[in-house]
């Protein structure tokens, strides 16, 4: 797998919205059908996204994708530094009241009614491409020898991306007080740092994405060695 779309994948691991998900079903009596739909519902729309972009990208070409790669690295690279940016000088994206969850309005609705049916739609807009996940498909395009290895990857990525809700799935049927303690002790966790942790992530991934774009642009020698097989050494 690429090992970008590993560090993206892994840096997608804990979100607010998942966290918050994943502990308003296992406040429920049966948690396990609510995590087995949202989990069900959100990997399938996930991996359809990503396989559809990644077929359709390694379809037009490796030469074209590799000259409009450096491009998207570029693109997704300022969003993300502009994110950090912003958040690190104080934005904040709007609440309904200052005691609000850290989940969005749109995934309180969904939360509001606990059924197999909601916890779906939750795990479908959970899991939106977002520009982590866009940056990983890029990576994937890359890297990938033909479609069939940049499939296998998307469900690598996205296995990763699921952990949580997977761990916790798990954890409900074995051990069923232990998830909710450990998830509201790293929500409470990631509310406190929320802040510091969102300009890191964004603003190393930003800086990441200009300099490889910036540098594959101008055809730095440092990103044109390959390995065996056509592996890009950066």
Not at 7 to 19: D, G
Not at 139 to 163: C, K
């Amino acid at each position: 797998m690429s090992s970008e779309a590993l560090v993206l994948a892994l840096s997608a691991v804990i979100r607010p919205t998942t966290a918050a998900a994943v502990l308003a079903m296992l406040a429920t009596r049966h948690p396990q059908r609510l995590l087995a739909a949202y989990i069900a519902a959100g990997l399938a729309f996930s991996l359809a996204v990503g396989t559809l972009v990644v077929v359709l990208l390694q379809g037009v070409g490796g030469a074209r994708s590799a000259a409009v790669r450096p491009y998207v690295d570029v693109i997704l690279g300022v969003l993300a530094l502009g994110y950090a940016i912003a958040v690190g000088l104080g934005w904040e994206p709007r609440r309904r009241s200052a005691g609000a969850s850290t989940a969005p309005s749109w995934v309180q609705g969904r939360l509001q009614d606990l059924s197999p049916r909601g916890a779906a739609a939750t795990g479908v807009i959970t899991h939106l491409p977002g520009l982590i996940y866009l940056a990983a498909l890029n990576a994937i395009v890359a890297s990938a020898r033909d479609p069939a290895d940049g499939v296998l990857q998307v469900v690598v990525y996205n296995a990763i991306w699921f952990s949580t809700a997977f761990v916790a799935l798990l954890l409900s049927l074995f051990r069923p007080n232990m998830p909710e303690e450990i998830l509201a002790e790293l929500g409470s966790w990631a509310r406190r740092h929320r802040r510091a942790i969102v300009v890191v992530i964004f603003g190393a991934l930003g800086v990441y994405l200009v300099v490889s774009g910036v540098l594959d642009l101008l055809g730095s020698p440092w990103t044109t060695l390959r390995m065996p097989g056509g592996t890009r050494l950066r």
